[in-house]
Nanobody, 115 residues
Framework: QAQLVESGGGLVQPGGSLRLSCAAS????????MGWYRQAPGKQRELVAS???????NYADSVKGRFTISRGNAKNTVYLQMSSLEPVDTAVYYC?????????WGQGTQVTVSS
C-alpha cells in the first residue's frame, strides 16, 4: 500500500506560521486530488484543504485566507502553509487522497498552537 509521510509540525505561538509537508507515491500524486486533514483531541477528523492534480484548491471555511495548499510536482509532495495560527488549529495533521482516503493514514504531524 502507498505510504504517506507527514512532517513539519511543532509548537507555535498564536499568530505564528508553520509549513507542513506530505510525501506521497508518484502514482498517487499524479492521479488523485490530495488533501490535508486534521484531528483535534476528542473530535472527528476533518478535511481542511485539498488540491487537484491540475492545481484547483478548496478550503474549509475555518482556514480560508490563513492556510495555503500547494503541490511540489518534482518531489511528489503536498504542502500546507499555515499562517495566523490560532489555538483552535491545534491538532494532528494528516494527508491523504480526496474525496475519500484510499490508503492507510500516516503517522501525522502534531501542530500545537499555544502561548
Amino acid at each position: 500500500q502507498a505510504q504517506l509521510v507527514e512532517s513539519g509540525g511543532g509548537l507555535v505561538q498564536p499568530g505564528g506560521s508553520l509549513r507542513l509537508s506530505c510525501a506521497a507515491s508518484a502514482t498517487m500524486f499524479s492521479i488523485y486530488a490530495m488533501g490535508w486533514y486534521r484531528q483535534a483531541p476528542g473530535k472527528q477528523r476533518e478535511l481542511v484543504a485539498s488540491i487537484s492534480p491540475g492545481g484547483t484548491t478548496n478550503y474549509a471555511d475555518s482556514v480560508k485566507g490563513r492556510f495555503t495548499i500547494s503541490r511540489g510536482n518534482a518531489k511528489n509532495t503536498v504542502y500546507l502553509q499555515m499562517s495566523s495560527l490560532e489555538p483552535v488549529d491545534t491538532a494532528v495533521y494528516y494527508c491523504n487522497t480526496v474525496p475519500l482516503p484510499i490508503t492507510s493514514w500516516g503517522q501525522g504531524t502534531q501542530v500545537t498552537v499555544s502561548s
